[in-house]
């Protein structure tokens, strides 16, 4: 991965963006030499999003197994109003 730094961006966003769009080339952004930020083609970001997703997802699973045998054995379920309250709905 290449990289630049913020002063590098803020002298040349517009065409780094089109570095980045036509090549598919990912940028670490640095600032006083750290890396901060990256610039990533939008195609590398939503396969990230999905990735993460489906991490998370299967870290739940567990969870949601253990919930299902509950049910399974008590039939006690957890009311829909205490569902949405919990998630802020």
Same mark, same amino acid.
């Given at each position: 991965?290449?990289?630049?730094?913020?002063?590098?961006? &803020?002298?040349?966003?517009?065409?780094?963006?089109?570095?980045?769009?036509?090549?598919?080339? &990912?940028?670490?952004?640095?600032?006083?030499?750290?890396?901060?930020?990256?610039?990533?083609?939008?195609?590398?970001?939503?396969?990230?999003?999905?990735?993460?997703?489906?991490?998370?997802?299967?870290?739940?699973?567990?969870?949601? &197994?253990?919930?299902? &045998?509950?049910?399974?054995?008590?039939?006690?379920?957890?009311?829909?109003?205490?569902?949405?309250?919990?998630?802020?709905?």
């Amino acid at each position: 991965m290449a990289t630049v730094s913020s002063g590098q961006v &803020r002298g040349g966003l517009s065409k780094l963006i089109d570095r980045v769009r036509q090549r598919r080339e &990912r940028l670490k952004v640095t600032r006083r030499g750290e890396p901060v930020v990256a610039i990533v083609p939008v195609e590398d970001l939503e396969l990230l999003e999905e990735v993460l997703d489906f991490l998370q997802d299967a870290r739940d699973l567990p969870a949601v &197994r253990k919930r299902l &045998r509950q049910f399974q054995e008590t039939g006690e379920a957890v009311p829909w109003e205490q569902i949405k309250a919990s998630q802020g709905l």
